[in-house]
């Protein structure tokens, strides 16, 4: 039955993911077709709004200034309207401003698309904070990360000298893709008992005549976007463990769904773009091949149970239940583990800190290699960064020199790539390291064990690379954690955008190099293998050491 669950999802994704694909093709090939006709009539005074009148492709620079300058400005806002959130409508409970480092890692992390909570939404946050400023940053994060992907597409597939123009593409993710698919999802989840309503706080009085305080708010809106565009911040501090995010089994496929889908077409949508639909395919592939890996460690480590409690004779039949939602059982379980940290959604149905020590080296490994789908966007352009990284070892074995999609590979777009692939494991073992160095950082670890070491090393690595999700066992709501992950969160998501957006404006601007017999195939299984390789590679030489002073060295010593 577990395994009918999980094939039953993943087959639904392959059913979806193509025409998917297709659709976010039409929508920002800047062709005319239907999405023109369908929702033209609602950009148009957006357009006219910002003063976009004539959409001008940018170069790399300045859709990178585009970009970032945007961002700016929606941080500033959302800053103002934390710190004096007490003061403004929509708070019948009462909810004072937070603390001003909290804010700033608040908005950093929202922001960037991590939704790393180091608070509970339920106390910590008034329904006009939940809406203006937590759900207005899920869908810009997510539409600023789709823009970026399919600016750094146009600029190694087209023949073109721009990347397109953020501004349209960036207009064009709200109306064409969030805002309906939102929409839809929310009024499912509604029907299927997911709350949305601006009522205060419910007063129950228990069997035992106690008074019961039940939070509730506009869960359901918060729970569409927060999957579809990857962003994993939850409504209470529970997240999608709590009932009223995620209350029955089916809802848990809904929002697994959601938050693989996109990242899922994103593959099929590049293929479009290149002409080639094999080239999709490739990257698809490695991408599946890659998570159903992961998938069965999860799956066979928490159904197998915990080895210290196996070997004290307790019944493992069930597998570890411990921090998991009986209605979900350890298949939804895995597969929700598996697909949030793979797409970097970073919502949990259950909580990671009490994962076996295999199961939770799953997706601590997925978001340390950060291609496995990925976010909006970012997990597309990474794998496509190791397909150019693959070729261009591939040309110096043979001694060519490497090409891919007809331009030239040489040093400025390798010492990029480099730079980008560099930085993410930088980001987080230095901050790890200085942690462990501090009281600062060694007083909030309540593990003082192996565990403990995995604790500081997800939280960090989960702010790399914006996916959100914690080893909630960390106490993190310190200004050490607070400043430390904000900073890492906002160097994850930055310096990797603007490095393979300069790789793709250095490609817009080399000659095209037509297909001979000699060009090295990519578009074939061989391909996939070797890109596989690759990512697999570079990330054990990266990351093994640290690993296994973690969750290895915790599995070994429980056994």
Partial sequence: MDILQIGIVIGILLLVARPLGDYLYYVFSNEPNRTDQLFGWAEKPVFALIGLKHRVGMNWKWYAISFVTTNVVLVAISYLLLRVQSGLPLNPNGIANMEPTLVMNTVISFITNTNLQHYSGETGLTYFSQMAVIMMMMFTSAATGLSIAVA????????????????????????????????????????????QTLDSTLSVTTLEGNIQQIAIGPVASLESIKHLGTNGGGFFGANSAHPFENPSPLTNVIEILSMWAISAAL??????????????????????????????????????????????????????????????????????????????????????????????????????????????????????????????????????????LGRKIESREMKLIAIAILAHPFIILVPTAVAFLTDL???????????????????????????????????????????????????????????????????????????????????????????????????????????????????????
């Fill in 267 to 404: 593959p099929f949508m590049y293929g479009r773009f290149a002409n080639n639909r094999k080239q999709g395919w490739v990257i698809f592939s490695a991408m599946m091949i890659l998570l159903l890996v992961f998938l069965s460690i999860s799956y066979t480590a928490e159904k197998s149970g915990n080895p210290a409690l196996n070997a004290l004779g307790i019944d493992a039949s069930q597998g570890s239940m411990e921090g998991k939602e009986v209605r979900f059982g350890i298949a939804q379980s895995a597969l929700f583990t598996v697909v949030t940290t793979a797409a970097t959604t970073g919502s949990v149905n259950n909580m990671h800190d009490t994962l076996t020590p295999l199961g939770g080296l799953v997706p601590l490994a997925e978001m340390m290699l950060n291609v496995v789908f990925g976010g909006k966007g970012v997990g597309l352009m990474n794998m496509l960064m190791y397909a150019i990284l693959a070729v261009f070892i591939c040309g110096l074995m043979v001694g060519r020199t490497p090409g891919f």
């Fill in 441 to 559: 950082g060694r007083g909030s670890i309540t593990n003082p064990g192996f565990h403990g070491i995995t604790q500081v090393l997800y939280e960090y690595t989960s702010s790399a690379a914006n996916n959100g999700s914690g080893f909630e066992g960390l106490a993190d709501n310190t200004p050490f954690w607070n400043i430390t992950t904000g900073l890492v969160m906002f160097f994850g998501r930055y310096i990797s955008m603007i490095a393979l957006l300069a790789v793709a404006g250095s490609l817009t601007r080399k000659q095209w190099v037509p297909e001979t017999i000699g060009t090295f195939r990519t578009d074939n299984v061989l391909f996939t293998v070797l890109l596989i390789g690759s990512v697999i590679l570079i990330g054990a030489l990266t990351f093994l050491p640290v690993i296994v002073l973690g969750p290895i060295a915790e599995q070994l010593t429980i056994r």
């Fill in 152 to 195: 750094f597409v146009r600029g190694i597939t087209s023949k073109g000298k721009t990347l397109g123009n953020f501004f349209e593409d960036f207009v064009k993710a709200h109306t064409r893709i969030f805002f309906p698919f939102a929409l839809v999802i929310t009024l499912i989840l509604v029907a299927l008992q997911v709350p």
